[in-house]
Structures are given as structure tokens and as C-alpha cells.
């Protein structure tokens, strides 16, 4: 039982309980994480849709886009800011580990010595720098940068710091002022990183959750569409290379009682997964009713913020949705090898039941 779960110790996911070090494990290792995220993915998944008119300014006109999704088989993907939960997609980085770190960091960027690893000694080396350099375009030493990053981060560091002191704000040292502001633009570029890089789908495993129908489908007054994974997860190496990276970037949430740490504050091949894992896929486990699997994607690659998804095995029109609503949906699918089915409230419990509509599908 999900109440019984110890969440100090234990992670859910997929619906089964993973210790602490387990998970640390499987995060040091993308090789194991994505081939048991692969192992255990689901034959069929779910996705719910309110079924409600949108105004598009564009083309000043209303459109239902859950019908659109319905249509043409498309799945839309989401900004993370826009989510209910404010944790969500959201990286905990300790504010004094960071400073801490990128005092260091571009210290040894600008070739400082800092043997006793002293944050006060290492500003007031960087206040003599900017004490001394009048015109810091031709006095910046590159010489201990490595890469052109390096060498893009430090001139970045260095403009900020100059332009933060000539504020006009009411500190005794303006420099030390600079030092502390351009570090907690680089603590807020860390944090927020997450949401500016990735777009995501929500789905679920499940299709009679009732708190499920009433956040995400209108109040029953909107549907769900079952889509069908078992051809691409029996058949993988034939699947085409977007349908293999939509398939590999799809991930069961971690639900979890404590927010994990960041260690590696760089966005980098490496740490990729301790992010991803970290921040994308890990909520607070009162959100685990959800059962919830998440398509991840990079903004970068899908500027339209629509992915072809896989196959539609079935539709489930809420509880509360209309005879009309209902004839709009029969029409959509029909003479596609799609089932239809409406879901009735049980009268003996609280739990809902879905009877196949015989008459939508002609094919």
C-alpha cells in the first residue's frame, strides 16, 4: 500500500517502493536507469483532456484542442512554470554551497590562489582586481580559462560585477555589492534552468482515478485517450529515430518526502541525469495517486510544442459529458480502429465503470 510507504527512506515509482540508495545507485548509472525504465514500461498509458474551447488570438477563434489532440493524434507539451504544483520541475540548490562554489569558480578562472578555501579572503582578492582595472576590456587574463566557455563566463562574471557597483543603492561596499548580485544571477540561472530547457507531457497509468477525471477532465465533462505503446516497446529497433526519442524520453515520476540536493551546479552532458532525475521527474509523494509518467523533451528541438504520439487504442468520455460532446467524439473516430467507451458512476461504491459504445466504430 502507497500509505504504508516509508517516504524518509523509500521513493515510489511505477508504483513499486525504491530505497534511498537504490535510487542514488540507479542515478549514478544512466545505462541501468534507462534500461529499467524501459523494462517497465506500460503496454498502454493515459491521458486526460478537458474537452473545453480555447480562444485563439491568431486566428480570433475558439478551438478545442483536446478534439485536435484527438484528431490528429498529437500531444501537446507544457512549460513546467505553468504547472499547479509550485515544487514542480523546481531543483533544490543550497544558496550558500553555490556562492561558495563559484567564488572558487571564478577565482580559479582568474588564476586566485584560494589554499584555505576563505569566501572573505577570495572577495576581497576580487574587489583589489576591480579596484585596480579601469578598463577591464583589455586587463581580462584569460590565461587560466580552458575552454571558450570559461573564457564567456568569466567576461560575463566580470561585466556584472562593474555594472552591479555603479548601482545606486545604499551599501558601504559597492564592490562586494557587484560580487553578490552577479552570483545570485548565476544561484537563479541554476535554478530556473530546468524550466527554460525542457517541455513536458503529463500521463498516467491509470484511467478510473476519479480525483484524475476531476483536475484534468473538466469534471468528468471531458475524456481520456488510451494510447498504445505495446508495438513500439515489442518492436523497438524498427521504430523510427523520433519515435525512439520519444519513447526513450519518457519516465515515471519519482515521488518522494524530501526535495534531493543538486551536488554539480554545471548544465552538462554529465550531470544531465542527476537534473533530470532530480528536478523533472521528482514530486512530493501526496502527488502519487497520479501514477504518473512524464514525455521530457528539449524546448530547443520542438518549437512548436507538438509530438506525434503513438497509436490511440481507446477513448473515455467522462461521466458528465454530454450527449452532444459525446456524438462529436463518435464522429471524430469513426471508421478509425479506435473503441469508445462512456464511464458510468457505480452505484454501490466509489469507483466508476466504462461500458463500450458498440455503435462508434465502423471499420
Known amino acids: 500500500m502507497i500509505n504504508n510507504i516509508d517516504f524518509m527512506n523509500y521513493n515510489l515509482i511505477n508504483g513499486k517502493a525504491i530505497s534511498n540508495e537504490e535510487l542514488e545507485q540507479l542515478s549514478n548509472s544512466n545505462e541501468k536507469f534507462f534500461l529499467k525504465v524501459f523494462y517497465e514500461k506500460p503496454e498502454t498509458i493515459f491521458k486526460f483532456f478537458p474537452n473545453t474551447l480555447t480562444f485563439n488570438k491568431e486566428i480570433n477563434k475558439d478551438i478545442n484542442y483536446s478534439q485536435l489532440a484527438l484528431k490528429t493524434n498529437d500531444i ?211 502527488w502519487s495517486y497520479e501514477k504518473e509518467w512524464r514525455l521530457a523533451l528539449l524546448k530547443q528541438e520542438y518549437p512548436d510544442q507538438i509530438i506525434k504520439f503513438f497509436p490511440i487504442k481507446a477513448v473515455y468520455c467522462g461521466c458528465k459529458m454530454s450527449k452532444e460532446e459525446i456524438e462529436k467524439i463518435e464522429e471524430i473516430i469513426r471508421e478509425k480502429n479506435i473503441d469508445l467507451f462512456i464511464s458510468k458512476i457505480e452505484e454501490d461504491s466509489y469507483k466508476l465503470k466504462f461500458e463500450l459504445n458498440k455503435d462508434a466504430k465502423f471499420n
Open 76 to 286: 501537446y507539451l507544457s512549460n513546467p512554470s505553468n504547472f499547479n504544483d509550485p515544487y514542480d520541475c523546481g531543483i533544490y540548490i543550497n544558496r550558500e554551497k553555490h556562492w561558495n562554489y563559484f567564488i572558487n569558480y571564478y577565482a580559479r578562472l582568474m588564476g586566485i590562489e584560494n589554499k584555505d578555501n576563505s569566501k572573505e579572503l577570495l572577495i576581497e582578492k576580487l574587489k583589489k582586481f576591480f579596484d585596480k582595472t579601469l578598463d577591464i576590456e583589455t586587463s581580462i587574463n584569460f590565461n587560466y580559462c580552458h575552454t571558450e566557455e570559461e573564457r564567456l563566463r568569466l567576461s560575463i562574471f566580470i561585466y556584472k560585477v562593474r555594472n552591479y557597483s555603479f548601482e545606486k543603492v545604499p551599501v558601504p561596499d559597492k564592490i562586494c555589492y557587484g560580487i553578490l548580485k552577479a552570483l545570485n544571477d548565476d544561484f537563479l540561472e541554476k535554478k530556473n534552468n530546468l524550466t527554460d530547457k525542457f517541455l513536458v507531457s503529463c500521463l498516467t497509468t491509470e484511467k478510473d482515478n476519479i480525483l484524475m477525471w476531476s483536475h484534468y477532465a473538466n469534471n468528468h465533462k471531458g475524456f481520456c485517450i488510451e494510447y498504445d505503446l505495446s508495438e513500439a516497446k515489442n518492436n523497438y529497433l524498427k521504430l523510427n529515430e523520433e519515435e525512439k526519442n520519444t519513447f526513450n524520453n519518457l519516465f515515471p515520476v519519482v515521488y518522494s518526502e524530501n526535495r534531493k540536493e543538486i551536488i554539480n551546479y554545471n548544465f552538462n552532458g554529465d550531470t544531465f541525469l542527476s537534473w533530470y532525475l532530480l528536478g523533472l521527474l521528482r514530486k512530493y509523494h501526496v
